[in-house]
């Protein structure tokens, strides 16, 4: 059945954020290739990470990752991402891309909620 009850009058929820970072603002996606990369690039899985990220055990890698792989998920070329996550996670106090990797990662695991058509134009 289509029409689960389950799923009636929930709100819709989806993996892409845009988010400002560097100097201006970008569409990030973290979709299952990518949480698959992610997870052979840091040798754990997207969850562990997410964790990671609300405590202190995060590395630099980790928040340079989400962030790359979450630009190519948005629609950036590889070189585009890998060029605005040097200039802005490397060359940059990492703190100030904490946030956005862990945005980004939440997004993709919990999702975040579809504004309504609505409240949009409302």
Known sequence: MT??????????????????????????VLKFEQLEELQDKLDQGPMRTLM????????????????????IGGGK??????????????ERPLGESLPVAG??????LVGVEVESEESANG
């Open 3 to 28: 029409d689960d009850i389950r799923f009636r009058d929930k709100p819709k929820r989806t993996a892409r954020v845009k988010l400002f970072f560097g100097d201006d603002e970008h569409e990030f």
């Open 103 to 108: 945005a980004v990662l939440s997004a993709a």
């Open 52 to 71: 990671n990220f609300e405590s202190t055990d995060w590395s630099p890698k980790s928040v340079f990752e989400v962030i790359r792989l979450g630009l």
């Open 77 to 90: 070329t590889p070189a585009e991402a890998f060029a605005l996550a040097k200039r802005y996670c490397v």
